[in-house]
């Protein structure tokens, strides 16, 4: 997942256009989920952007339900017939010489379909890895698509059931949990994570509480992008009406980016559209 960075996307969105969703509405979707066979991707590639001429060099797709854990998993490098930089040998351990050996991506991409177009397609910042998945087989005039239910972004699971942790990165959620994986921004490496990730936060939603699980996704900081989408209204309208409501944002980071905090939105969405009690908020 090389230069990936994360989105802040609903987790059952189409991956161009994010969805109004509630935080009932999240966990009714989790809930659901936690019950289908889960298909974990994770693809190194050679930049930052699947509609730049970047392409992926390796892939890596594990199949695992909650029930039986890790079914099947397989890993290749892919030839993408283009430079490998530097950088991403550096970043990656990737190098020229090990992608010039590797099979074309015709080859690689006609096997690996059927098993992209099955399950539960989950990754962390799903977004990076979708959009290469659907450049890559546009290359072969296949058109690769998923439903919205049928994707699980495990960043967004994070941000929800992690709102504490200073950074939801692959990485320091590995160090965090301790999770026993290989190096890291390598395929397999990073599918495995990704599952375990995934199995510890879906175990914890079958288990809590709805009350409980709610509490801590209203812990969430949105942009005002995801603000604006629950209200199904511009990022201007919804600032203005947050500040009508007493509801500020704080700033964060270096570009000292406004975030509001879940639960402060939802009372005010759903207090102007509903007059009903919140238990959770």
């Known amino acids: 997942m090389s ?9 059952f969105m189409s991956v161009v256009e994010p969805l109004p969703v509630l935080s009932t509405d999240l966990l009714a979707f989790y809930r659901r989920v936690s019950q289908e066979t889960f298909t974990v991707v ?24 909650l029930a039986e854990g890790i079914l099947h998993q397989q890993t290749h490098l892919v030839n993408p017939e283009v430079l490998v930089p530097a950088m991403i040998t550096r970043f990656t351990g990737i190098d020229q010489a090990m992608v010039d050996q590797a099979p074309l991506a ?14 539960v397609l989950t990754a962390h910042n799903l977004a990076f890895d979708y959009a290469f998945l659907c450049a890559e087989f546009d290359q072969l005039g296949i058109e690769f698509s998923r439903s919205p239910a049928e994707q699980l972004c495990t960043v967004i699971l994070a941000r929800l059931m992690l709102p504490e ?20 921004h390598r395929a397999e490496a990073d599918t495995i994570a990704c599952w375990l990730l995934a199995k510890r936060l879906l175990t914890e939603i079958q288990n809590e509480p709805d009350e409980v699980l709610l509490k801590r996704f209203v812990q969430q900081w949105l942009p005002l992008g995801d603000v604006a989408a629950l209200f199904g209204c511009s990022g201007k309208q919804a600032r203005s009406r947050l500040e009508k409501a007493g ?35």
């Open 247 to 281: 509801v500020f944002p704080k700033f964060v980071g270096r570009h000292k980016t406004p975030m509001y905090q879940r639960g402060r939105v939802e009372r005010v969405v759903l207090e102007q559209s509903a007059p009903i009690q919140l238990s959770w908020l």
């Open 42 to 65: 994770d693809v190194e590639t050679t930049g930052h952007r699947a509609s730049g001429g970047c392409r992926v060099i390796e892939v890596s797709v594990l199949q695992a339900t």
């Open 106 to 119: 015709e080859d690689v991409w006609h096997q690996y379909l059927p098993l992209l177009n099955q399950g």
């Open 3 to 11: 230069g990936r960075v994360g989105i802040a996307h609903p987790c």
């Open 165 to 184: 942790l200073p950074s939801r990165s692959l990485p320091d959620l590995v160090k965090h949990f301790q999770f026993p994986v290989g190096h890291s």
